[in-house]
């Protein structure tokens, strides 16, 4: 199980912008494929975007297409996710993890960190 810290959430009006970052201590992120996971109260996990490790390929969701943007700086072993023209059904908690990109799955049994929350809302 890879060790990446998720950070950057916080509360924001609906239609502005936040940066999530995922962090990884301990290992090189660029050869891993990184997906952003978002989970709202009583709902399930969805997996959101995604970047795969060889070429930077990207994948989303539908309804964050155009809105979310997904990109890697391997000189910050950081992987980020910018937010912008946020809505209130995107309030949910984010967790990044090691990701199938093909699907926008987790792998690994328990791959979740403790996540950062965000709340939009005015």
């Known amino acids: 199980q890879l060790q990446l810290v998720e950070s950057g959430g916080g509360l924001v009006q609906p239609g502005g912008s936040l940066r999530l970052s995922c962090a990884a201590s301990?290992?090189?992120?660029?050869?891993?494929?990184i997906g952003w996971f978002r989970q709202a109260p009583g709902k399930a996990r969805e997996g959101v975007p995604c970047?795969?490790?060889?070429?930077?390929?990207?994948n989303y969701l539908d309804s964050v297409k155009g809105r979310f943007a997904i990109s890697r700086d391997n000189t910050q072993n950081t992987v980020y996710l910018q937010m912008n023209s946020l809505k209130p059904e995107d309030t949910a908690v984010y967790y990044c993890?090691?990701?199938?990109?093909?699907?926008?799955?987790?792998?690994?049994?328990?791959?979740w960190g403790k996540g950062t929350l965000v709340t939009v809302s005015s």
């Open positions: 301990g290992f090189t992120l660029r050869y891993y494929s």
């Open positions: 993890a090691e990701a199938d990109c093909a699907f926008i799955r987790p792998m690994g049994m328990d791959p």
């Open positions: 970047i795969a490790s060889r070429g930077g390929r990207t």
